[in-house]
């Protein structure tokens, strides 16, 4: 998939669900992402998946037809909100993706449930 800068698109990453690509100034792509960690809500950039080990850890999914806000502030309450409508479709990708979802192992350690 050809990534466009400056727009939106659901993404698989370690810390976010919803991005907007940005590119740095060697040409590297990534996405902006909502970053919760210790209560704090944050934007963090994580990169493309294409740029390799170990700092490629996001994986676009699909363009979104919405334009994202440019304002900082606007931007984390945007993103978090986009999260939340897409929550089925970036919880699907960790299935796709990986070929499980975390919710699917039991508390015990005893593997995988049925579910």
């Known amino acids: 998939m ?3 800068v400056g727009y939106a698109y659901v993404v698989h990453a370690c810390n976010g669900g919803v991005g907007v690509a940005v590119q ?3 040409g590297a792509i990534g996405s902006v992402l909502h970053r919760k ?3 704090d809500h944050y934007l963090f950039t994580e990169w ?3 740029n390799g ?3 490629g850890t996001a994986i676009p999914l699909r363009k979104l037809d919405v334009e994202p ?3 900082d502030d606007a931007l984390l309450m945007w993103l978090s909100e986009r999260e939340e409508e897409h929550r ?3 919880q699907g990708a960790w299935d796709g993706v990986l070929g499980l979802r975390m919710g699917r192992f039991s508390a015990n350690g005893g ?3 049925q579910g």
Do not use: N, Q
Request: net charge negative; charged share 45%.
């Open 37 to 39: 960690k210790l209560g």
């Open 53 to 55: 080990p170990p700092f």
């Open 111 to 113: 593997g995988s449930t």
């Open 69 to 71: 806000s440019e304002d």
């Open 24 to 26: 740095d100034d060697h």
């Open 88 to 90: 089925e479709e970036i």
């Open 48 to 50: 493309d998946w294409d």
């Open 2 to 4: 050809d990534i466009e």
